[in-house]
């Protein structure tokens, strides 16, 4: 199997990351590719609901809980104590597709653009001291930076961007 393209997204909390994310998921579906998703959160999340069978199953001690329907499915694995999966070993688990757009992993050694947002928590750019950021899509004027500067919500014109740095072949061909 070969790797998918790997594009990121990066930025402080509230610099427009997660909206820029799904926006940019949404246009390149729409252009015929097939686009999977990695969040990374830095706070404890759950996504099954207390009382849920799932939640019970996790509660018991579960290493992993599958939940499957004719919809969808979903594999919740507690770390119970272990380290964080790394960046990769995660990465290895996405089934195949065309493009994985990594949202947050800012550390990352991987191509992505930095989102700014003058409602942000921070807004110390991050572009200077990561090589990796290959853009900045901001709701504000960018005067501190030589990269390529987007209008936060000029979608079609970033997704170019993404395809353009990522290589990725046209839908047709892929």
């Given at each position: ?27 390149l579906v ?7 998703t990695i ?5 404890d999340f759950d996504?099954?609901k207390v009382?849920a ?8 001690g ?5 939940i499957?329907s ?12 272990a ?7 995660i ?11 990594i949202?947050?992993y ?11 947002r ?6 110390i750019?991050l572009a ?8 900045i899509?901001a709701?504000h ?9 987007f ?9 170019d961007f ?6 990725l ?6």
């Open positions: 199997m070969t790797r998918p393209k790997i594009f990121g997204i990066a930025g402080w909390k509230n610099s427009g990351k997660t909206g820029l994310a799904v926006r940019l998921v949404t246009e729409a252009r015929g590719y097939r686009v999977s969040k990374h959160a830095h706070h996504i099954d009382g069978d799932s939640y019970r199953h996790r509660q018991a579960a290493h992993e809980v599958t499957v004719g919809t969808r499915y979903a594999i919740m694995h507690e770390l119970r104590g380290p964080e999966p790394t960046f990769e070993e990465l290895a688990r996405i089934a195949p597709c065309d493009l994985v757009l949202e947050g800012k550390r990352e050694p991987i191509p992505k653009i930095e989102a700014r003058l409602e942000a928590a921070n807004r750019p200077p001291d990561d090589p990796h950021i290959a853009a899509a709701d004027p960018v005067t501190d930076s030589t990269l390529p500067v209008d936060l919500d000029d979608t079609g014109a970033i997704a993404v395809i353009a740095m990522t290589g072949p046209s839908p047709a061909a892929a």
